[in-house]
């Protein structure tokens, strides 16, 4: 079987799992590699979740909120904006391609937008290949 | 940890979810996690005998945690929470895995959908192991309501919570009450005018003590949640502008819709042949109570033309719902104004669904009005006649019923426009934080079952900003949103789930990164102690400051790291 990346989504509860959950009704088809988990905002994503995932066997990560100005908490998405840059520096140090980690914003009315957003992010991480962490972890386990 | 005795529910939702995600693989694969004592798939697990089947299992095989793999959360969270209360278990003690939105409806069937459908609920059986329960908390549900949209809808879901004893703020953003009905000269099928109905609504709006109207105003901005939002009011009146801010627990969108653009459609030749006129545009001749051309004679020939901008692929695909029991109504009025008009018809399908309707489609052909129907996509050429044709235009119509291709002529041709989303729905749905579909229009939260409320608790739409709807449907929607909103406002209070950050003092180093996060200054500090601390009523549970806190010391209640980390394993196992 050709190999199908796995990519863990981490969604705000207001606007960008509901976009989700829009793309659902509105019956838009995207790629089925993401796996979604829902936060209230992104503000409360701990970038320790983002390397649990990448450790665990995720391929790719993409986290999703409100865009810049619509947070339900005022503000939340611009925390995640700020931890963001200081995450993508580390991974980069740990040989982890910057596709890999996406930050976008899908509002509540984007289903099209996450649908898109998904199948793309499916389609870069097949052209790059499993994440080094898995082949690490692999390699590893055969040397034992 | 101790061992749980988990229960999995698998939906099939009917078909929606088993025609494309193998529900009873799914469950045997959650039948063979640790923790899980049984696994069922059911037809619909939100339908009584679904919501029974937990209950009877949670008391007979005493589980302490359900996975319900269904629809969104979103959608019936708050049902499977309450048949876990009704069984005597905490209602938090629920985790659902939504493998409807977010997998059947948007994947293809095959191993794909089956093996996420797999991948989700097993995230949602690693997660509820470590749910806790959770209190509920009870919040003041102000009485007061923000309606956006003046028009006959704004108007009489306001009247209707003024009456019920609501404080009411109605937002129009022109200077006149009235809307798109105030355009209209008389309504069908029942000839009742308009005007008057509106005039009325106007009146009694404008004279309510409980109704606060502002005109030329626009709602700059709404923040909070259910029961306690707070709207900006901007109100320009030539070159003051003032912004007001006022506290309300609910909201109503009303804010209707626009005429499609005529001019859009080259083929009828709409602003550039002067006798052919959109419906508003004839609106205004009744009720100015001439009928004329443009040159000020009375037309002998009047064309109707139906579905201008609906029903086709180039500009909306839908129905606009109204246009042809009024073309009905024009075709009466044209004969009241001028009998010896001759009046066509030209449709594509007569929509006659409504009360009443079918009776005054009947009574439109006894009144000769010549029907001539079209197919879809083979329109009506409309040109200029000569002058030895004793009319203004020649309309050539591919009668598909006699399959014969006639010509009629016309002096005055009325293009039936249709609805369509208004062009700041966008900025609408953003600014109350609801959904829109691809036409634009508002997204209802469930489109049978709960039509008038939305996604986002405390916001409620309703008439023709949702989707093209008549007056009598409107007005069912604006009452409907003025009743939810008031059985809410009796209680006085809504409970709301108690999720809120606490700070675990021991781990606490007191650095107060987290004091200056906080959105809502939610967080103290204590001197004496050199500790942090959540205040719990302030706290809106966003998390922000548990992300951030370097000792991890801050824990959000129900979306904890170690809940968080287990459905991470969960859907990468």
């Not at chain 2, 309510?208 to 909070?224: K, Q």
């Not at chain 2, 029991?325 to 024009?330: F, S, V």
Request: hydrophobic share 40%; net charge negative; proline share 4%.
């Amino acid at each position: 079987m050709s190999y199908e990346p796995k990519i863990v989504g981490f969604l705000c509860n207001w606007c960008s799992y509901t976009g989700a959950d829009l793309a659902g009704t509105s019956r838009i088809h995207y790629a089925p590699n993401v796996r979604i988990i829902r936060v209230m905002c992104c503000g409360r994503m701990d970038p320790t979740f983002v390397i649990k995932a990448l450790h665990d066997g995720a391929d790719g990560v993409l986290i999703c909120g409100c865009h810049p100005g619509d947070c339900h908490y005022s503000e939340g998405n611009y925390k995640m904006m700020r931890r963001y840059p200081l995450l993508k520096k580390m991974l980069a140090d740990y040989g982890i391609d910057e596709a890999r980690v996406r930050l976008e914003w899908v509002s509540a009315s984007e289903g099209q937008r996450f649908a898109d957003l998904a199948s793309d992010m499916a389609q870069r991480l097949r052209e790059l290949g499993p994440s080094p962490v898995q082949v690490a972890q692999a390699t590893d386990m055969a040397e034992r | 940890m101790e061992e749980r005795k988990i229960g999995v529910y698998v939906c099939n939702c009917g078909t929606n979810i088993a025609k494309m995600v193998d529900c009873d693989g799914v469950c045997e694969h959650a039948a063979q996690q640790p923790g899980v004592v049984l696994a069922k798939s059911y037809k619909y697990m939100c339908s009584n005998p679904g919501q029974e089947m937990i209950i009877e299992d949670i008391k007979e095989q005493g589980l302490d945690r359900v996975v319900v793999a269904a629809c969104s959360p979103r959608m019936h969270e708050p049902t499977f929470r309450k048949a876990l209360q009704t069984a005597g278990i905490s209602p938090y003690f629920l985790e659902m895995a939504n493998i409807r939105e977010q997998c059947s409806w948007v994947h293809d069937g095959g191993e794909a959908a089956t093996e996420k459908a797999r991948a989700l609920t097993l995230g949602a059986i690693r997660r509820v192991q470590y749910h806790q329960p959770l209190e509920r908390r009870s919040v003041n549900m102000c009485p007061n309501v923000l309606v956006i949209g003046g028009g006959f809808v704004g108007m009489t879901a306001a009247l209707e919570l003024a009456d019920g004893g609501s404080q009411v703020y109605l937002v129009e953003r022109q200077r006149n009450l009235g809307g798109n009905v105030a355009r209209v000269d008389l309504t069908a099928p029942y000839l009742d005018s308009a005007r008057d109905m509106v005039t009325a609504l106007i009146t009694r709006t404008m004279e309510h003590p409980n109704i606060f109207v502002f005109l030329n105003s626009e709602v700059g901005s709404l923040e909070g949640y259910v029961g306690n939002f707070r709207a900006v009011v901007d109100t320009v009146w030539g070159d003051q502008a003032t912004s007001n801010e006022y506290e309300v627990g609910n909201v109503v969108v009303a804010t209707g819709y626009k005429e499609f653009d005529a001019s859009r459609v080259t083929h009828y030749g709409y602003g550039k042949l002067p006798n052919v006129i959109t419906s508003f545009e004839f609106e205004k001749m009744l009720r100015a109570g001439r009928v004329e051309t443009k040159e000020g004679k009375t037309p002998n020939y009047a064309a109707i033309i139906h579905c201008v901008g609906s029903r086709n692929r180039e500009f909306h695909t839908y129905c606009s719902r109204v246009c042809c029991m009024t073309a009905l109504k024009y075709a009466h009025e044209l004969k009241s104004a001028v009998p010896s008009c001759y009046v066509s018809d030209l449709y594509v399908d007569m929509h006659a669904f409504g009360k009443g309707h079918e009776d005054f489609y009947r009574r439109g052909s006894e009144a000769k009005t010549l029907f001539l129907m079209y197919a879809k996509g083979d329109h009506p050429v409309i040109r200029k006649a000569e002058p030895k044709d004793g009319c203004e235009m020649l309309i050539e119509v591919n009668e598909k019923l006699s399959r014969e291709v006639i010509e009629i002529p016309a002096d005055l041709v009325i293009l039936m426009v249709g609805m369509e989303a208004r062009d700041d729905s966008d900025a609408v749905a953003r600014l109350v934080n609801i959904s829109r579909d691809k036409d634009g229009w508002f997204i209802e939260s469930h489109p049978k079952l709960d039509p008038v409320a939305t996604t986002t608790d405390g916001i409620y739409i309703a008439g023709a900003c949702a989707a093209p709807k008549d007056i009598p449907d409107s007005v069912a929607q604006a009452r409907a949103a003025a009743a939810r909103i008031l059985a809410r406002t009796i209680r006085g209070t809504i409970d709301i789930d108690a999720v809120f950050a606490e700070v675990d003092e021991d781990k606490c180093c007191g650095c107060r990164i987290c004091n200056g996060l906080c959105p809502y200054s939610a967080i103290e500090f204590n001197e004496e102690k050199k500790r942090s601390n959540v205040i719990s009523a302030l706290c809106k549970a966003c998390g922000a400051c548990v992300a951030a806190c370097p000792s991890s010391a801050i824990t959000a209640r129900h979306f904890t790291d170690e809940q968080i980390f287990a459905q991470i394993e969960g859907v990468l196992a």
